[in-house]
């Protein structure tokens, strides 16, 4: 396992390392192989085992966002998503083992076994949980909240996502690079990687360019594009999160020159289906065909992205003969099963569990 230290990204950036500080969390680097079953031509880069109680992309932003949270003395993380949130349970879980407190505001998404033990496992980690409904009365919530009026407050936005976290996945890029450069996979034609709060894609995109590697970034839209009449998750806001982590690079010392923005990045809206969290046909396809492959994909985030990695796949033109690569972002260790057996020896003395907010309730009856 990589030590924090000694990052790829510190190895070209050694400026970063001081600035940035990130925290041991994540496992790194994740594996990749090869999905032959799919054809020849299909990999993945397996960011679900991040950690081994509770994986996924969010665990690899926590490392940077928690050494931010320290250099501020921060004491309470304050954060939202839907009630499924994978980002929420990463934060809970990072916030229990640092003895910080926990809030995380919620809206409404289709209720499923997966919402339900992620809500389950949020409350197991302490949570204080907060159901506000629909999307716009959350982020209203979590702009307008109580706990602004305290010093110790830090806010993380949805998908722990924030200008420090953007780093994770341009060292993530400068980590496949290293990679293929050790014959562990060939360069990839491209990547297809889900894209909600934007900063995953964002920092893929920088650090593909910063790294020199030559694949297109293909991120995949399963978020609303719109809060209201303000962008979310759009071609736009991501490109605004790559502008903002260069100007940060340079205002830390990296010249402009070495800084060339990449392209814009590429975007897809064409697997987002019916909603945020509702399934598709195509994605639950891809999951289906995945979970044969003994990989767990869920339909919010990583079935929409992967049903476009297997349309790239299976297109008839004879010039996709070059490798696709799929990187999986969804958690694999069942870590609510755990908890239930009393295996996660961390976590076997629950913090107390703050009463579940009354409209949760109601929406969990449902």
């Known amino acids: 396992m990589t030590s924090i230290t000694d990052l790829p990204l510190f190895a070209r950036y050694p400026i970063l390392k001081q600035q940035l500080k990130p925290q041991s969390f994540a496992c790194l680097p994740t594996p990749v192989k090869a999905l032959s079953d799919l054809g020849p031509n299909a990999w993945i880069k397996q960011d679900d085992l991040t950690h081994p109680d509770y994986g996924g992309n969010k665990i690899r932003k926590l490392d940077f966002v928690l050494a931010d949270i320290k250099a501020k003395h921060k004491k309470h993380v304050i954060t939202f998503g839907a009630t499924g949130t994978n980002a929420g349970v990463a934060t809970a879980m990072m916030c229990f083992r640092n003895n910080l407190k926990c809030t995380v505001y919620l809206f409404e998404q289709p209720l499923t076994q997966t919402v339900k033990d992620n809500i389950a496992l949020m409350r197991f980690y302490g949570a204080e949980l907060i159901f506000c409904g629909s999307l716009l009365k959350t982020v209203l919530s979590f702009y307008s909240s109580r706990y602004r009026l305290s010093r110790t407050s830090y806010f993380l936005w949805a998908g722990c996502s924030n200008s420090v976290a953007t780093f994770a996945y341009i060292n993530a890029a400068f980590e496949l690079k290293q990679q293929i450069e050790q014959g562990q996979l060939p ?117 929409k992205a992967a049903a476009a990695f297997l349309q790239q796949l299976n297109k008839e033109d004879s010039e996709q003969t070059k490798p696709q690569l799929f990187w999986q972002t969804f958690n694999s260790a069942n870590t609510l099963a755990q908890i239930e057996l009393g295996l996660s020896k961390k976590e076997t003395d629950s913090p107390t569990r703050p009463e579940l907010n009354p409209k949760l309730k109601a929406y969990l009856a449902d």
Request: proline share 6%; charged share 15%; with cysteine.
């Open 187 to 303: 360069e990839p034609e491209h990547i297809f990687v889900p894209v909600g709060s934007c900063s995953t894609l964002a920092g893929l995109t920088l650090g593909a360019k910063l790294s020199g590697l030559n694949s297109k970034i293909i991120g995949i839209r399963v978020a609303p594009a719109y809060l209201g009449p303000f962008p979310a998750c759009t071609e736009g806001e991501v490109n605004k999160v790559i502008r903002q982590a260069a100007r940060q690079m340079q205002q830390w010392g990296i010249k402009a020159e070495e800084l060339n923005l990449p392209a814009p990045c590429h975007f897809s809206d064409n697997f987002y289906g019916e909603g945020y969290g509702v399934a598709s046909e195509a994605s639950q396809s891809a999951i289906d065909i995945f979970k044969a492959q003994g990989i767990t994909l869920e339909n919010t985030y990583t079935g």
